[in-house]
């Protein structure tokens, strides 16, 4: 047991309600499962899914009081707003299409969110979460989930430190399998909304996965997209949305990256692989085995880190649970990032300033930055796959 | 979110004391952290340490009132058993030597038991519990921790449905780097229990990692040792127990096969291994990667399972909480054990009948084999490596 | 040993003569060690280097008397065609700027021809050579040398079977390290002619590698490419040619690719890496791993093919000269290029007609096809990175 | 091209007979294959056979007149004894029983041998014909194939300069799954001769694959066996030789070991895999992919060195015919041990001094300690696997 990640904390757990997340659906009870590992926040409220018969059944699961089960968010956040226990913040776990209007009234309300990627689905709505967020001075995390593993922020570290280099050229890839048929006619959830322009804006492929590699290699390396050229296939037949997805990206500065996305792709489950080369070395890791990495300097034999084995930055050792060979999961990674954000909001609460270290969580910024992304690549590819500038 | 793992239960949580796991230990933890992942129990008191202080600060981490924090465990257990708010079952996670005395004296007050491997530091001990288990029809469950993953599961049903054909050898593996120099006299308290007889019995590598070999095999393969021939190694200059060991085993009906357990191995951390050979094919599993397994038949190639892509048997299936390529890990495991334990306690607090897989979890009596096979282990290896039966 | 894979033939030997592999240079003594292992062929001339001296001494390892020693390829061919003991075939293993040169005037003397690839650095003179062939019913081989391994042709053959169901998307790449530094200015052979555009043609990078998985993907699948996009960077600074480059491809009929090639990724040695995705399932091979492939159907488990232990295609087993778990490396996939154009040109000679496996080897039409390549992307980059047709 | 590894030399070529090696044997094409690719011998005889009809077959694939094929080994070693242009050396690839009788004739007629593993069926056997190579101070190699492969020497090297530290202990395996059937009743003759005690003697599974082992750990880090204890299994239903076999073995020093080989454990072709681990780092070589090797050092994150990318001992260099990346694969590795012990015959018959790295191939020595190897196991396991001395 690492030092400070003990499984409960004499502060008083903060309170937290939730929009979406009912049964049937997956995130949601990932969202739950994670702030219940480091037992630091405690549910209190629900407006699990539009049908308010799933919200009972999902409350009773949860173990909330019927009270505070609610049939639309607007009725929980309005209502909540109003009692002495309110909840400290709210999760949105909606499909896309929601994320905005329930983020929205959760700020206006003075909540404190976390919401789902990708942000909203369009940048004027993304951009109007960033103004409130700013003006409001309230705190805003978007569960990239895949950036909570300790390794990704050592990766992160050594990338800052230089030594890999000037970074030179980036190869991000996230291939799936599961709509290599049409599992969407089938009746699955998952599918049938991913794939539903109306519930998942305007992109499924890059919306739904190829944002995780342009927000991953941000903020792992730094680097920013200055301009991108991107063809989105609808391999399904007679799918309205992307199902794969190709996009090459020039950063400000010089270097270049390739970004594939698919869920077409035989053999893959959620295969994402960062591969970033610099001057001097070059790094690559994989999410299904996300506590090592490869790392290869000019200079010495091909190495293998270990998370645990081998000295990791503090950032990164502070966010690890277990020693070394002991695998941390997909649940670590992501009670990391609702660990970091609800300690920093208990920090601001009690009215203490907040470190840089304390911030280490994807920010409204970030989510602007994907929905910009995801729209770019739309324009690009209906324009015949030209290359945009993404001002 | 697979149906039937939910974040919460509507069920009253069951309460819990720990003996044991205090600052610096690295078992407790874990078991706090794997009960607080599924909500079905919660702590209420602890024994945390011998220094009292240790106890204190623990208890304040957990977020445990004063005075359900104890100096002793018998001063816990005893204090604890007249309590109208008495907890449901006591967590043992000392080192061994204080296993026998602490679940003996919590069986004696009718506390069910989780008990850390190895059960005792002597067969006769770990038989006196079985007796007690079974006289007073109490559930007892040994956290041989890596028999939680659901692949595990998946490949000891697997070989059960006969895919595999008869078993004819075994082997396996469990290597680690980290006592490869003497870290023991650095001050590391894991180090130093471990390779110290008085708190780790007769045994430290067979007894630490060795021990999880045999139940594993057992375990998944159904199969029974019936002699073995152990060349137990002392590498570090002046260590009293074992640091290294290799044990032939011969199992009731024909099969074979050869264990290895090492601490001294550089180039491993936690790096368990089980390979199963029979008539049509065979199974290999990993503990660092233990969402999959090569599986390999005569007749097709080489396959890779990978858990939630590749079907899989029923009560494996209900072990796991992710879809396929999001890794589930250490703890996760461990919650799975400490799931079926606590279900099933509750269950049989409410008066219900239990299954096979309510019980599906190490019990009192593969605690008693392993403590017998630890002894085995020693007694071969000290008369000269010579062939011993298991009677 | 596979049947009819042996060391010597009572057929006799076929006479060749080289131009280029000179000392210092690499390809030219893989190629007279590939025709060496199995013996349908001798070398009996050669012009082996620029250099005289180089060619004498080269001949001196090789074993070739000085009156067959050249000072220049004109020199060579045209002696050599007048003498009664004239070589069979001529293989040009020069840099890029001289394959036309001394291929055209092999032709012209009637000699068959064994050219490096790229064919040619204009597509203009590639044609030229592909109309000579044409006229004069000469056998012409272009040595893409992976292309031989036996894996390569079973996964072909399973392809044109019909087994992954229609290709939908092909992610090719071959990412080297050598270049990351400016290795040409340390005198370095290899690096030196590849970086300079009078004797590597328009493109380094592209033409090097980036040409071996454009010509492997229409091997291994039958997709022929419709339009392309292709990004060439120049990394190395001051380098007048590409060292790094992305396509994205547009196949007939549908289907889409991206081609990634670099020689400044640090980590990678000759790590062409090829992945089809089809309807029904998918394959990945790996060039340093030759031996084996993985295999992705949605209806079974992910699989790993090994040569020899898996039933091959008639064709592939017909390469393999070792069972399975041997591997098979390099020399022996560039031995069946060898092999299978020298025993067509023995048929050819003895005046039998050839088959297709007989034509098993890559022509001078997949040449010309390749020189269309690298200047349509060399096209493509210099105006910006846009799309242009492959006619 | 690695300089000095040329496909030909102007030293003239020496010329060998073979005994063995007809059509339907496997390793008797190797040979060939190997010598041919460096060309520096040729085949002039050969008894290829039992069957003459199979000699005469073998003889004109091979490319040899019909006076030079021979009904008996006896016949030719005799009748090439008298011939001007006499072979320089005998290959003896015979199965086991006959390699005795084969070498020891060659050598009374003065023949350089080279012998195929093991070295003969009875340890007195090899020892007479260690003897006769010391008195008539002849070369004599043991084509132990595994120890050609320049990675094997290049972690030779590095362990002889220490840099593992002292080793403590070895892990050697060598798993294959072919007999996992009774292929030897389906008239398959490999497998045949192989599970026949008449012609492969005392032991099957020890003397083909595990003898390897043996001599790969002796070769790669100098130990030497002091005693061991053998488990000798019979898995295929009446076999009369073993088919699975465990060997716990203790070295002169202190270090302990575990050897384990196995003909019936599906899912392996020939994995050969060799562990040592040392008191500084340990590493791991796996036959199926000899191009690399994972190295562990304490201090430094675990690594995968590459053949060509990583410097190598300069006789790991010198026996490396290709950049890093091309994979070198069985024949190569076989290529090496006879382009050695060529060079050095050569060298011995122009009277010059012979080096160390001259004599780097197995000789007789090696061949005599692996013959009493297979000997201890058998009486080992017979014994009920007990402890028995190497003496």
Known sequence: MIE???????????????????????????????????GKAEIVCGAFSQSYDNTLATGDTVGLPRERLYRTFEDMIQTEAGRPDRPDFISVVTPNSTHYAAAKLALDHG??????????????????????????????????????????????????????????????????????TKLEET????????????????????????????????????????????????FGPGRPLDDNATVMVNFKGGATGVYWSSQVAPGHD???????????????????????????FLDRP?????????????????????PSGHPEGYFEGFANIYSTFITALAKKLRGEALTADDLDFPGVEEGVQG?????????????GAIWVGME
Chains 1, 2, 3, 4 share one sequence.
């Open 187 to 234: 009746g699955q959830k998952q599918a049938a909304w991913r794939t539903d322009p109306k519930l998942a804006g305007a992109s499924n492929c890059v919306g739904d996965i190829g944002s995780h590699i342009e927000f991953m290699v941000g903020h792992m390396t730094g680097l920013v997209i200055e301009s991108l050229c991107a063809r989105l296939d609808r």
């Open 270 to 296: 959620n295969a994402l692989r960062l591969r970033i080369y610099g001057t001097k070395g070059a790094v690559e890791w994989f999410q299904e085995t996300p506590n090592t990495a490869r790392v290869s």
């Open 302 to 322: 091909i190495g293998f880190l270990s998370r645990g084995r081998d000295p990791m930055s503090p950032r990164a050792q502070s966010l690890s649970r277990l």
């Open 4 to 38: 400070g990640q003990t499984s409960g904390t004499k502060t008083p757990k903060l309170r937290y309600g939730m929009v979406g997340g009912g049964q049937g659906a997956f995130i949601g009870g990932v969202h739950r499962k994670a702030v219940a590992m480091d």
């Open 111 to 180: 909540f404190a969110v976390v919401c789902e990627k990708p942000l909203a689905t369009s940048s004027s709505d993304a951009a109007d979460l960033a103004r409130l967020v700013r003006e409001k001075d309230i705190l805003f995390c978007v569960t990239y989930a895949y950036s909570g593993y300790p390794m990704v922020k050592h990766i992160r570290d050594i990338i800052a430190r230089g030594e890999l280099g000037e970074i030179r050229f980036v190869n991000g890839e996230y291939p799936q399998e599961w709509l290599a």
């Open 371 to 383: 929905v910009k992304y995801i729209e770019k690549c739309v324009e690009s590819s209906a324009k």
